[in-house]
């Protein structure tokens, strides 16, 4: 990912100021504010590193990591200088660990701003390398701003500009339509921008099982480089016609809500992770297990959990390394689960 100027302001309508953020980065220099879960042996994140095993981009043949990082809700932290503070340690752990994609959007409220700052602030401080960071942005015009008049493709346009200034970015990585809307408008305009070297990649996103038959249409027809869907072990619908296809066309594939946002913690609630869990699929928790079933499905290229807590970001990175489950013992897994 290239940077731009670090020094520079970021968007003079962000929320989010730069004096507090900057009072986090001082506690997180002086090491006032990393929690016991950072304590990590620096042998066992070593030993975590090793094992990112690298999957790859078909369209390009580009390795990136399995295990990205998402941002709805967890960066939607306004102003408040400790969350700000917490994001970052989160994003620190994560590219420590060797971490790539992180995916991010304009309707994520104030998550791209946080995210830039945080980006910026480990820039400032001697922290992991920021230049690994896969950027994965969206366009997502569904709510027309109303001050101004402008086609949707010229908000398009101007949504992609500001996201970088967010960020800090000179270009993303990934664009992708959010949630499909106004695909054909954006489409003509990402496939521009890729033509010209200013994106590297074209996505689409859905989830939710949402609007499958549209993406599929997609995937058949148009040229992109990544679609975006729901896939964890309760839901599969995309194992029936998305990722066969994605595999025909040459289409990676980003898994979101791989632990169905949060939801599928209460589904093994009070249930501890059997001793098989463990033999058969090198898990310590339910997380790993779950990460370990959706990134051990050969179409998936990256998942994408959240996370508020450096503590589940170690847990969720480590899923990439150890044993990993074949496609029998998969099976078994969601059996498992679905049986609750
Ligand atoms: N249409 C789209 O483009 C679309 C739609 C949905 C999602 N997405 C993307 O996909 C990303 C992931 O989906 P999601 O945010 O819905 O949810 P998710 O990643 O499925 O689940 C997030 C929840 O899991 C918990 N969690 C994370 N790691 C854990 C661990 N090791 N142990 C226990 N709990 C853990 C988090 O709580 P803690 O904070 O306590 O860890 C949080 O409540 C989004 O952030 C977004 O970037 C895109």
């Known amino acids: 990912m290239s940077f731009k100027n670090r020094n520079i302001n970021h968007s003079n309508n962000s929320t989010i100021t730069r ?3 900057l009072g986090g980065a001082a506690a997180l220099a002086a090491g006032l504010a990393v929690p016991p879960a950072m304590a990590l042996p620096p042998e066992d994140i070593m030993q975590i590193m090793r094992d990112v ?5 078909p369209s390009s043949g580009e390795k990136i990591p399995a295990i990205g990082m998402g941002t709805w809700i967890t960066f939607n932290t306004g102003r408040n200088p400790e969350l700000l503070e917490r994001r970052m340690m989160v994003l620190r752990g ?3 660990m ?3 994609m992180i995916d991010s959007s304009p309707m994520y409220g104030s998550s791209e701003a946080v995210l830039g700052r945080a980006i910026d602030i480990l820039h400032g401080i001697d922290g992991p390398d920021t230049s690994r960071i896969f950027s994965a942005g969206k366009i997502w015009t569904q709510v027309p701003d109303l ?3 402008q086609s949707t493709a010229a908000r398009g346009r101007a949504q992609i500009e500001e996201s970088q200034t967010l960020w800090g970015i000179e270009k ?3 664009m992708q339509v959010h949630n499909l809307v106004d695909w054909q408008t954006h489409l ?3 496939y521009d921008l890729r033509e010209k070297g200013r994106i590297r990649y074209i996505g689409m996103t859905t989830s939710h099982g949402l609007r499958h038959a549209e993406l599929e249409k997609i995937m058949t027809d148009e040229n992109i480089d990544f679609v975006q869907l729901t896939y964890n072990i309760l839901d599969r619908a995309a194992e029936n016609r998305l990722l066969p296809l994605a595999e025909e066309r040459g289409i990676a594939v980003i898994a979101n809500r ?4 949060g939801r599928l913690f209460d589904v093994v609630a009070g249930r501890p992770l059997p001793a098989w869990a463990r033999e058969e699929t090198g898990s310590r928790n339910w997380a790993q297990f779950f990460l370990k079933y959706i990134i051990t499905r050969p179409e998936i290229t990256c998942a994408i959990p959240a996370t508020t807590r450096i503590e589940h970001m170690l847990e969720n990175m480590e899923a990439m390394g150890g044993m990993l489950p074949d496609a029998q013992t998969r099976r078994k897994m969601a059996d498992y689960v679905t049986g609750f």
């Open 172 to 174: 993303f990585d990934l």
């Open 19 to 21: 004096r507090a953020f």
């Open 53 to 57: 095993r690298p999957r790859v981009i």
């Open 98 to 100: 060797g971490g790539g």
């Open 94 to 96: 994560f590219l420590a």
């Open 188 to 190: 003509k305009t990402l």
């Open 147 to 149: 001050r101004v008049w």
């Open 258 to 261: 791989p632990f169905r946002q």
